[in-house]
């Protein structure tokens, strides 16, 4: 009895699950179709869907013509939900995102698509109007982006320094002159703007048939000398009226600021999206390294494009308000710049004046000469300091007992581990033999200075150098180069670095942070970018301190680690004042004894370099008056009393008028 039960069981069992199986339904569901779906207008792509009346390819063209030139990338699409209305219909809701740029204006929407279980296989009832809300068959979308308007650069004082001025674009439109006379129009349109007439042939020849080819943008204002009648006298020539983000002149702190025009290829790639050709943008110096910050946001703006022979008008899908660009507010005082640049004008090599702020650490002034052509030498130039450097040397020496009063032995030449060091050509006899550190320091002895590397180690040298603000980063919010002491050198490298020779190097930002520091009784810390613009890159920088917090920012423009508290004191900063101060009124720098105003204190420079005989010479001057410090520098000067001198006093005068 109990066997028969079980075998009645079994069988029970067996003929259930066959029951079961009979009515399974394995055929794909709603959801799936919905899913694959989905999937394939996130790639434009439906080839792995069915439709009731069309083809998935003919789909996936109307999808590549709806979309051509739209959106850099397709959207994300999801499936929201599917709800079944009848055995074999459902109607599916799609999510759609769309990145439009880089920022976060993402268009998003919901459309439903229709489901027909037609056999095994579901279908989708396709009209555009599944891709886009509304859209007709043959309508495109069309992405018009608004730029915002571009926020100012200014300088101290809010003063107004880059904004739009009225600019003309000058070129030849190829439209306005005959295929074998644009040839000749290119040449005589380049030889009236002082252009390569060659150059601009290749470039007319090689545009479209209907292009307008820009040979040159021209300020619209008194400076400019080609007259609107020279232009039209060219055939062809055309004249474009624009306005475009300029500081006042051509010259005015072009390396520092920057320009601004179409976006380059380059740019566009960088970009991630956010820029587009055609989109005006930052293209050097601070106008692109904050570009972020000035551009704005731009507004955007999704149409539908009506087929040719449709009488609809456009739709506006989707918009956004461009958000204008925000101000940058820099130290920079117009008038020391320009005056800066007018000082340096006439002087052939590589050269720069900057100016500091003592008491805020403000970088009033970066000007470049001519001669930079068109190189960031005020902050990014890496050179030997000469005899500037004995500032930091002497502040080592103090450290060491040093008076002004100490004696030192000034002699003709000093012989180290096999070289010969020497003083300047022009050193005067009268102080060789055992002088007071004043006078060694006032005469610049080499000899004195080098005859007493064995009371300084290489590392208390670079340390003093340090507490002055050399070798010391800090966030100006645009790249600079802020100087280089090694730490570790001995025999001639160790001799060589006590008169700023061998591999100490600054830039002229560099030097005037010295001697800011010197007028400041503290490590200044550089700033060029005014409170409420450090966020984009600098580090706010206020008052000069000793604080770890106070320096900060690699030459890349970036927020560096806050170097060691420096030890300089304000005993040491009266000691180092009373030594250049008798630079000017006993040494090298008397021509600055009649420079209107405070007292200066200075001291000149001169670094060999090169393989020449006789070498080719760095000339430098630092300089301080009340609360202004100065470094002017010429690359290929004489001596730093005869080539900077001038200039430094040409500088403070006009500063003092």
Request: include cysteine; charge should be negative.
């Amino acid at each position: 009895m109990g066997k028969l039960q079980r075998a009645t069981s079994v069988l029970t069992t067996v003929a259930l699950a066959l029951t079961l199986a009979a009515c399974s339904d394995d055929r794909p569901t709603a959801e799936d179709a919905a899913g694959t779906l989905a999937g394939g207008l996130a790639r434009l792509d439906v080839g792995a869907s069915a439709f009731t009346s069309a083809e998935p390819a003919e789909v996936t063209a109307q999808l590549a013509a709806i979309t051509e030139g739209f959106a850099p990338e397709p959207p994300q699409v999801t499936v929201a939900g599917v709800e079944e209305t009848g055995e074999d219909t459902a109607t599916a809701t799609l999510e759609y995102v769309w990145d439009l740029d880089a920022t976060d204006s993402d268009w998003a929407y919901s459309t439903t698509a229709e489901l027909t279980r037609v056999e095994d296989t579901w279908q989708t009832e396709w009209d555009p109007g599944v891709f886009v809300p509304d859209l007709l068959p043959d309508e495109k979308l069309a992405l018009t982006r608004t730029p915002a308007d571009r926020g100012n650069i200014t300088g101290a004082g809010g003063a107004v320094i880059v904004t739009e001025r009225p600019v003309v674009r000058v070129g030849i439109d190829k439209t306005q002159v005959p295929e074998a006379e644009q040839a000749a129009s290119a040449r005589e349109l380049a030889k009236l703007l002082d252009l390569d007439p060659a150059g601009y042939e290749e470039q007319v020849a090689a545009a479209g048939a209907e292009a307008f080819v820009v040979a040159l943008v021209l300020r619209d204002d008194a400076t400019r000398t080609v007259t609107d009648a020279q232009i039209d006298a060219v055939p062809g020539a055309l004249r474009q009226a624009a306005t475009l983000e300029l500081a006042p002149t051509r010259t005015f702190a072009r390396e520092l600021l920057g320009g601004v025009g179409e976006a380059t290829e380059e740019l566009v790639e960088q970009s991630d999206g956010a820029l587009r050709a055609g989109d005006v943008t930052g293209l050097s110096g601070l106008q692109l390294q904050h570009n972020a910050r000035l551009a704005g946001t731009p507004g955007l703006s999704v149409t539908t494009v009506p087929a040719e022979e449709a009488q609809t008008p456009p739709k506006e899908l989707f918009t956004t308000a461009p958000v204008n660009g925000e101000d940058l507010a820099t130290t920079l005082d117009p008038r020391l710049q320009s005056l800066g640049e007018k000082v340096l004008a006439d002087e052939p090599s590589a050269s720069s004046i900057v100016a500091i702020r003592p008491s805020t650490g403000e970088i009033l002034a970066a000007a470049n000469g001519p001669g930079s052509e068109g190189l960031q030498t005020a902050l990014l130039g890496q050179y030997p300091p000469g005899s500037t450097f004995k500032v930091a040397t002497s502040l080592a020496l103090l450290r060491k007992g040093f008076t002004p009063q100490t004696p030192t032995e000034c002699s003709k030449e000093v012989v180290v581990d096999g070289r010969t060091f020497n003083n300047a050509g022009t050193f005067p006899a009268d102080f060789l033999g055992t002088i007071p550190l004043l006078e060694t320091f006032a005469q610049s002895c080499n000899t004195g200075f080098i005859a007493a590397r064995d009371k300084v180690s290489q590392t208390e040298l670079e340390s003093a150098a340090r507490d002055l603000g050399i070798g010391v980063e800090a966030g100006i919010g645009t790249p600079a180069f802020f100087g280089s002491v090694p730490v570790e050198a001995e025999g001639t490298a160790h001799a060589a670095a006590m008169i700023g020779q061998g591999e100490v190097l600054v830039s002229p930002l560099n030097l005037a942070t010295m001697a800011a520091s010197v007028g400041a009784g503290a490590r200044v810390t550089p700033t060029l970018l005014a409170p409420g613009s450090e966020d984009d890159g600098a580090v706010p920088s206020g008052a000069p301190s000793t604080a770890a917090a106070s320096s900060a920012a690699p030459s890349d423009g970036a927020s560096p680690e806050a170097p060691s508290p420096s030890a300089f004191t304000a005993a040491e900063s009266a000691t180092l004042k009373k030594l250049m101060g008798a630079v000017v009124t006993q040494g090298g720098a008397q021509l600055l004894q009649d420079v209107p105003g405070a007292p200066v204190l200075a001291k000149t420079g001169t670094a060999e370099f090169g393989s020449e005989t006789p070498p080719r010479t760095h000339a430098w001057v630092v300089a301080l008056q009340g609360d202004l410090a100065v470094a002017v520098f010429v690359e290929e000067g004489e001596l730093g009393s005869t080539s900077g001198g001038p200039l430094m006093q040409a500088f403070l005068t006009g500063a003092a008028a």
